[in-house]
């Protein structure tokens, strides 16, 4: 795979995918519409984050490029790619269970806290990505 040039961008699949974790210099686009929705992407070396509706969606650091992003219900699905091991936080239900799988690997389960923050890491390397499913419980 390799970053989002245009920094986010619609998939045939209905997914979104987003970031450009290879800019040295904090890159924004706003007002991307996808099904009713607007979309705002912040992304650079150092971080990456999507708002959906003003409201906080993802954040890596250090940045990333995230494809084929999936917001459902009851689960959140994405690969993402880096050159380094990042910290990823999710805006999720509060206070709810999730159980965390990267690359078909149960990573156990997290409870968001009050305001439905879900944090956790994941290693890359080299451009390597990882696909990652969060599920509600």
């Known amino acids: 795979m390799a970053v989002i040039k245009e920094l986010i961008r619609k998939e045939n699949d209905g997914t ?32 990456t984050k999507l708002e959906k509706n003003g409201m ?33 936080t999710l805006e999720l239900e509060a206070e709810k269970e999730y159980k965390i799988i990267n690359n ?11 305001g439905g923050k879900l944090m956790f890491s994941v290693e890359l390397s080299d451009k390597e990505n990882a696909s990652i499913k969060v599920v509600k419980l």
Do not use: C
Not at 22 to 32: I, R
Not at 59 to 87: H, W
Not at 104 to 114: A, E, F, H, R, S
């Open 104 to 114: 078909d690997v149960n990573l156990g389960k997290i409870k968001t806290n009050l």
């Open 16 to 47: 979104i995918s987003f970031g450009n974790y290879e800019l040295d210099v904090k890159t924004k686009a706003s007002d991307f519409e996808h099904e009713g929705d607007l979309y705002k992407v912040k992304t650079y070396r150092k971080i």
């Open 56 to 88: 906080f969606v993802y954040e890596s650091v250090p940045g990333t490029a995230v494809f084929n992003m999936s917001i459902k219900e009851n689960e959140v699905s994405f690969q993402v790619e880096g050159s380094e091991t990042a910290q990823i």
